[in-house]
């Protein structure tokens, strides 16, 4: 199992912004389906927003105008740019790939948004 390694979470205030960041030991994100998750306490994981394999990439409706999925595959990075931060965004996050028919999680990074 490749690890993911995510970054980036923290307590932001509402309106702020954050950059999440998700890294492989191995090339994971090239002309794979790559995508961020996220779950807040007590409720379904639920999609935020993938890329997927030839670079076409959706949103979730809470998610569109604020949020931007990216990836680097030259350096097994894929980000999420989360602006305009709201309360109700308070989740952990998750990175996931799918390559060659195998999936992998990352461990998850917490957002806090709070004033």
């Known amino acids: 199992q490749v690890p993911l390694v995510e970054s980036g979470g923290g307590l932001v205030q509402p309106g702020g912004s954050l950059k999440l960041s998700c890294s492989a030991s191995e090339r994971l994100f090239s002309r794979t389906y790559t995508a961020w998750y996220r779950q807040a306490q007590g409720k379904q994981r639920e999609l935020v927003a993938d890329i997927h394999t030839y670079g076409h990439t959706t949103y979730a409706d809470f998610a569109k105008g604020r949020f931007t999925i990216s990836r680097d595959s030259a350096k097994n990075t894929l980000h999420l740019q989360m602006n305009n931060l709201k309360p109700e965004d308070t989740s952990v996050y998750f990175c996931?790939?799918?390559?060659?028919?195998?999936?992998?999680w990352g461990q998850g990074t917490q957002v806090t948004v709070s004033s």
């Open positions: 996931f790939v799918r390559s060659s028919g195998t999936e992998y």
